[in-house]
């Protein structure tokens, strides 16, 4: 058998040898040329990597498009971590995000907010808790450096029956503006990650960063329009409710004096008793707009409490009124007010032998609470006692502390203390 070789011409045409024919034991071999299959095999790889950045140019296209229209930020997310994964060909992928967002100082644990990938299962990891001590995830939250490892340590798939292998963790946001994290996972023994798959995952964790940011945005909007509209439900309260229900009180109160009847004029007191009930509960849902549900008593409420306490088994008709926002009160200053209160009613129900109190608290500059009836007036010695508690009080807070005595009779303690 006679071997032949093949050469390929510049031409591009084989140079077969002459002198005779070929028989069928003859071998042909074929040269290529020198860095032929290399150039081919670089080929392929740019247009690998050709095809997976036109795809994702399309997936942040589609993310951007979305997150511009306004589609909602649950939605989006689960469009975000669906496109990280298609495009890393990551089996899983998890968005974690800090799991009580509100904790003052440090966060202790992220919480996994969204979870794509391996059908029904991928749902049973969503809500599990990955502590940020300890584990890679915590560890990308905490220094906002991305990692590309074999394994996660903190396996958040623990006991469900999913065997987690190469991941890639990226952070969501940079600085004092990072949201979570970002987890790409392939199944144990699978190949791990490219460098070009980190790339594109920190690309798609910007994106997702910039949805939450944009949540947190319409959620703080939304609030600060939630308060505009108290605070216009509770000016129109004020300036035209409240007053228009105190108008018709004193006349009424004009008419009882009218009355030649004590059975009709009993029944005028009574009408104003109600009354006066009335617009005690509108003041009180004035104040109650300016607050948030909170798990200490409102300052208002409490103010409101103390009166009722005091004057309960009395014949006072009661009348309190708060102006301002009563909820911006220092919790250190609404202890002196409550105790103040206390003191002023207390003196009023056991010494003054009025029939009518008024009790005003105006917020502004100052907190200023003024204590009216139309008793007596208080006897020296008790007097004393309590104008000393009132002023030890004022001057623990840089305040004031005065008794006003009017002329048409009765008492009138009058107490303020710098907000600041």
Known sequence: MTPLRVTHSAAGRSDLPTGGPFTHGDQIVVQSPPGAAGVAIDDARLYERAR?????????????????????PDALLQLIAGRAGELTG????????????????EIGELTVAVSVGDGARADLIRGRR?????????????????????GLAHDVAAGLGMAFGPALAVPMGADDALSGVLLAVRTAGSPAFGEDDLELASTLADQAALTVQRAESR????????????????????????????????????????????????????????????????????????TEPADTPRLGGLLHDIVGEITTDTDLRTSIGITGRIDI????????????LREAVTNTARH??????????????????????????????AARGGLHHLAAR???????????????????????????
């Open 219 to 290: 959620t703080a909007q939304h609030e600060r329009q939630v308060l505009a509209d108290r605070d216009r439900i509770t000016r129109d309260l004020h300036e035209h409710v409240i007053g228009r229900l105190s108008g018709i009180g004193l006349t009424l109160h004009d008419t009882q004096h009218l009355a030649k009847s004590p059975a009709v004029a009993a029944r005028i007191a009574d009408h104003i008793e109600h009354l006066n009930q009335v617009i005690t509960e509108v003041r009180t849902t004035v104040f109650d707009r300016h």
């Open 52 to 72: 997976r950045r036109e795809r994702w140019l399309r997936a942040t296209a589609e993310v951007t498009t979305e997150l511009l229209s306004g589609t909602d």
């Open 394 to 420: 004022a001057a623990a807070t840089g305040g004031s502390s005065n008794l006003d005595r009017p002329g048409g009779g009765g008492t009138r303690p009058v107490w303020a203390a710098p907000l600041q």
């Open 329 to 340: 009160v220092p919790a250190d200053l609404a202890v002196h007010a409550q105790a103040v």
């Open 90 to 105: 990551a089996d899983w992928t998890l968005i974690a995000v800090p799991a009580d967002p509100e904790t003052a100082g």
């Open 130 to 150: 990955i502590p940020v001590s300890g584990s890679t995830t915590g560890a990308v939250f905490t220094d906002h450096v991305p990692r590309n490892v074999t």
């Open 352 to 381: 003054a032998h009025a029939t009518e109190l008024t009790v005003t608290v105006t917020v502004g500059a100052d907190l200023v609470i003024d204590v009216t009836d139309n008793g007596v007036g208080i006897p020296v010695t």
